[in-house]
């Protein structure tokens, strides 16, 4: 029977995000994140790979998207909260830059999948920079890589 996976870009690859590296040291995050392209894709799913350093390590996330070719313009999601609505008067939603926490669970490697999330519309590039938040005194290692779709 012949082959019927479907041939697409998300099918033939899967751009490394975040090489395999340890954590820049005292919480701090990645200086320079590899930029990837993904403009005419409206979704991805993270495969992230996280290995801690010591006891109570967690890495965080910096998803960040530009709808420019180049440049260093660099933006990121937002969670948004909406307020309680009463007549008669005005409210007030709260809206905030996000960051995504991934806290271990065992001493050995863990592997976890993220997503897929939307990329919305016009983005052209996507980095995402990555800094150990639990144990800073003892940088775990992380890798990503992004399947898009």
């Not at 870009?9 to 995050?29: H, K, Q």
């Not at 290995?51 to 420019?68: F, H, M, Q, Y």
């Not at 260093?72 to 830059?97: C, F, H, I, K, M």
Request: charged share 15%.
């Amino acid at each position: 029977m012949a082959d019927t996976k479907p041939i697409s870009p998300s099918y033939l690859d899967m751009p490394t995000m975040r090489a395999s590296a340890v954590l820049p040291g005292a919480g701090a995050f990645d200086a320079s994140p590899l930029e990837v392209p993904c403009q005419d894709f409206k979704f991805v799913t993270l495969y992230i790979t996280y290995t801690r350093g010591g006891a109570g390590g967690a890495v965080t996330l910096r998803i960040e998207v530009s709808p420019d070719t180049s440049g260093n313009t660099w933006y990121r999601s937002g969670l948004y909260e909406p307020s309680a609505v009463a007549s008669g008067s005005d409210a007030t939603s709260e809206l905030q830059r996000e960051f995504i926490k991934y806290g271990s669970t065992a001493a050995g490697a863990e592997y976890v999948v993220f997503g897929p999330l939307v990329l919305q519309g016009g983005i052209q590039r996507m980095r995402i920079a990555c800094a150990e938040s639990g144990a800073v005194g003892t940088p775990g290692t992380c890798a990503i890589r992004a399947l898009f779709s």
